[in-house]
């Protein structure tokens, strides 16, 4: 019971009445991993998360939050925080000795480790969505749907017993359901309010090309680097005037360090068809105005460096003559 308690509590933050619409979906999720080496050894890692942005630490050694955002700490007070913090150490050295106790009984071997995550997402003009989850060793072992805990399909006879005890909690249930339809629904509306100046803020990528590294004879790897830009969604796309290219691979979308991201497009293609070619860039922060790099050919600078040198050399050497003349 400790255990499932902790569900409702790493996430018992207050909530907001906010009536902004979210036009997208976004989610606020709760990820805690414990790690159980022995019988009298254990390690934990929980944070909070709205979307993309971390949002909240936990120090497991003091059981208190890291507030990583001024607006993280919604509207409670100092004296209501200090008090969750308590409980939810509390219940995490309960947590510990409830799966300790059932090492053998779930089939559990060191080392192993439990995984949770648990949140709710909005939708736009729809009914919220919550979720918990539980894994073990990284595979899914048990979820939370209509105040029922049901198991993975791979989570096989272990996933079986977990969900048999944890749903004879009929009490602990509802309250698990009312909270993840209710209260982290309005956290969730609380945060996007307290920390719109943030998450509103737009911010321009800057764009460049280059060639990486050359996949074979003769032809060439065009890369597309988007980088600064803010927020995350963003659409970049190879195209031959407004025909986007096949074979585009897209990179991973990678954090900066100060919460921007940067990301690379790239293209192989023959070398004698890379003319003509653009990179597009869409994001928010371009409104309507698309960023459009053309790709120029190497040996053009080239020509057009010689065709202006050797002019200037011939005249340089003319003048000179003439003078010694």
Not at 181 to 188: A, M, N, Q, V
Request: one cysteine or more.
């Amino acid at each position: 019971m400790l255990f499932l308690q902790l569900v409702l509590l790493v996430v018992f933050l207050p909530g907001s009445d906010s009536e902004d619409a979210v036009q997208e979906p976004i989610s606020f999720q709760i990820t805690l991993t414990v790690s159980f080496y022995n019988r009298s050894w254990t390690q934990s890692l929980g944070s909070a998360w709205l979307d993309e942005i971390q949002t909240h630490g936990w120090d497991n050694k003091t059981g208190a939050f890291i507030f990583l955002w001024p607006w993280s700490k919604g509207n409670w007070s100092n004296v209501e925080l200090i008090k969750l913090e308590k409980l939810l150490y509390a219940y995490f050295v309960g947590l510990r000795q409830v799966f300790q106790d059932h090492v053998k009984h779930w089939q559990l071997e060191y080392p192993f480790q439990i995984q949770l995550a648990e949140g709710c997402e909005l939708h736009f003009g729809e009914a919220s969505v919550g979720f918990v989850k539980f894994a073990y060793q990284g595979a899914d072992l048990t979820s939370f749907q209509n105040m029922t805990w049901w198991p993975s399909p791979k989570g096989g006879s272990r996933a079986q017993e977990v969900c048999k005890r944890f749903n004879q909690y009929h009490v602990l249930n509802e309250e698990i359901y009312t909270f993840f339809s209710d209260t982290c629904p309005k956290f969730l509306l609380g945060l996007l309010d307290a920390g719109k100046a943030d998450l509103q803020r737009q911010v321009r990528p800057e764009a460049w090309l280059s060639t990486g590294p050359s996949p074979g004879p003769g032809r060439l790897l065009l890369v597309c680097h988007v980088s600064g830009f803010y927020p995350k969604p963003v659409l970049v796309m190879w195209m031959r005037g407004e025909q986007e290219q096949q074979g585009t691979q897209q990179g991973e979308v990678l954090p900066h360090a100060d919460g921007t991201w940067y990301l690379q497009v790239s293209l192989d293609v023959k070398t004698r068809e890379a003319a003509g070619l653009l990179c597009r860039v869409r994001h928010s922060s371009l409104r309507d105005q698309d960023m459009v790099l053309y790709w120029e050919q190497p040996h053009s600078k080239g020509l057009v460096f010689l065709a202006v040198m050797v002019p200037l050399v011939l005249l340089a050497g003319l003048t000179l003559w003439l003078w010694k003349c």
